[in-house]
């Protein structure tokens, strides 16, 4: 993972399944998908599950752009609604 400037943060096995969570951190999805391609071509893995997590700065500005679409954002068929009303 440094190769793709990522970092292992920890691994965590599950007794019960026999599974492994892994937290890294990652620049970007596609260093993410770089890893999770490689991971997967070792055969050594059934299922990869991913889940990418937001830090609490990352949030305010996944907010912020949000709200900033809601005016250029229309739901589909909401222009039919708004003519037969």
Excluded: C, N
């Excluded at 492994?20 to 071509?41: F, M």
């Excluded at 055969?43 to 996944?62: P, S, W, Y």
């Amino acid at each position: 993972m440094e190769h793709l400037d990522g970092k292992l943060e920890s691994i965590y096995w599950d007794v019960e399944t026999g599974s492994a969570h892994v937290i890294a951190d990652l620049p970007d999805s596609v260093s993410a998908a770089a890893v999770i391609t490689a991971a997967q071509r070792t055969g050594a893995f059934k299922e990869i599950h991913v889940q990418e997590v937001l830090t609490q700065d990352q949030l305010r500005e996944m907010i912020a752009l949000a709200k900033s679409a809601e005016s250029v954002y229309r739901p589909p068929g909401q222009a039919a609604v708004e003519r037969d009303l």
